[in-house]
Each structure stands twice: as structure tokens, then as C-alpha cells.
T-cell receptor
Framework: QKEVEQDPGPLSVPEGAIVSLNCTYS??????FMWYRQYSRKGPELLMY????GNKEDGRFTAQVDKSSKYISLFIRDSQPSDSATYLC?????????FGAGTRLTVKP | ETGVTQTPRHLVMGMTNKKSLKCEQH?????MYWYKQSAKKPLELMFV???????ENNSVPSRFSPECPNSSHLFLHLHTLQPEDSALYLC?????????????FGSGTRLTVV
């Protein structure tokens, strides 16, 4: 079983749609949860991180963690073509960072 | 650029060649990492260096050999690779104490083994 499971997609949505990206994880020791965005021909860049359960909002992006169900979500409101990228979730505890496989998102104009 | 620079961006090598990947960061980070990224698979941690000392070797074949001469530079020496080693190799750096600012990744080296 992978430590962090993520559907690789691809996912295609029209501009303006609400996007929901999700991951599950197996190790209850994970305390920090992150979302990275990776554009084509670039390395991943940190988009958002949360500690433990709860929500965190940053502009059009909302990260949500439910530790009871070991579920990580990223919501993108009013999606734009510039949001087209691969989104990787990650979970971290005690120098152990585990990544999901990434979901490839395309937002069509 | 993110502050982590990787060279070369692309590399094609034969199975009998020897080549090296280079990574450089001037962010003042003390931890550096090599990751392998293959299509539709999670990022695969290969090596970790904290304060120039290797702290993790994730069962990586000996045909991959890391070198960290100082806290700003990291190399990955390659020899007698296999076609299945073709992938994007990413270097990252961070402060070792915690993930609050995440890892800073370079743009990667796209390696093709022929």
C-alpha cells in the first residue's frame, strides 16, 4: 500500500469551474500536509500547507485535511487556464515526506 | 528560477556512459535531496543530505552515487544505467527542522537512457 494515494487523472474542466483534488494517506503519524503545483518542464512548487486537521484558504485555493478519515483535499474556485498543471499532495512527519503521484489538471478556456 | 538550479536540463546517455547531474542552491538551506519522478508514480526519494552528511539512502542501486561537497552543492554521479532509469531527476532543498516552508525544487534533469 502506498503511503499517499492520489488519482493521477487526467482531469479536464472548463474555465470557471470549481476543482476538487483529493488524496488519502495511510500513516496516522503524519502531521503536516502540503499541496505542490508542478507546471510542465518545471519542478514542484509549494502551493499550500496545513498542520493537522482543518481548512486553510489562500485566494481561490482552499486546502482541507480530515485526519479522522485520513483525507486531504484541495479546492480551486473560479479555475483559470493558468491553473493547468500537475498537483501533488504530500504528507510529512519527523523528516519523512511522502508524495502522491500527482493529478494532472487542464482548465479549458 | 526557484533558487535551486539543476544542470543539465536534458541528458541522453548510453548504458555504458558515465555522467553527473549537478544541483546548486543559495537559499541558506542545510538539507538537500535527490528525487526520481516517473510518470504516474509518487516522487521517489533517493538520497538525503543534512549539513553535508548523508542521512538517508533509500535502497538506491549503486549505479547512482551522490556527492555533497558543501551545503550549497549536490551531485548525482551516474554509471552503467538501465533504460528503466529514464526519468526526471529532481533536486530539492529545505531547512531540516520542519516542513513549514516546504521543499524548494529545481526544474529537474530529464534523463533518457538508450
Amino acid at each position: 500500500q502506498k503511503e499517499v494515494e492520489q488519482d493521477p487523472g487526467p482531469l479536464s474542466v472548463p474555465e470557471g469551474a470549481i476543482v476538487s483534488l483529493n488524496c488519502t494517506y495511510s500513516n496516522s503519524a503524519f502531521q503536516y500536509f502540503m499541496w505542490y503545483r508542478q507546471y510542465s518542464r518545471k519542478g514542484p512548487e509549494l502551493l499550500m500547507y496545513t498542520y493537522s486537521s482543518g481548512n486553510k484558504e489562500d485566494g481561490r485555493f482552499t486546502a482541507q485535511v480530515d485526519k479522522s478519515s485520513k483525507y486531504i483535499s484541495l479546492f480551486i474556485r473560479d479555475s483559470q487556464p493558468s491553473d493547468s498543471a500537475t498537483y501533488l499532495c504530500a504528507a510529512y512527519n519527523n523528516n519523512d515526506m511522502r508524495f502522491g503521484a500527482g493529478t494532472r489538471l487542464t482548465v479549458k478556456p | 528560477e526557484t533558487g535551486v538550479t539543476q544542470t543539465p536540463r536534458h541528458l541522453v546517455m548510453g548504458m555504458t556512459n558515465k555522467k553527473s547531474l549537478k544541483c546548486e542552491q543559495h537559499l541558506g538551506h542545510n538539507a538537500m535531496y535527490w528525487y526520481k519522478q516517473s510518470a504516474k508514480k509518487p516522487l521517489e526519494l533517493m538520497f538525503v543530505y543534512n549539513f553535508k552528511e548523508q542521512t538517508e539512502n533509500n535502497s538506491v542501486p549503486s549505479r547512482f552515487s551522490p556527492e555533497c561537497p558543501n551545503s550549497s552543492h549536490l551531485f548525482l554521479h551516474l554509471h552503467t544505467l538501465q533504460p528503466e532509469d529514464s526519468a526526471l531527476y529532481l533536486c530539492a532543498s529545505s531547512q531540516p527542522q520542519g516542513p513549514g516552508y516546504g521543499y524548494t525544487f529545481g526544474s529537474g534533469t530529464r534523463l533518457t537512457v538508450v
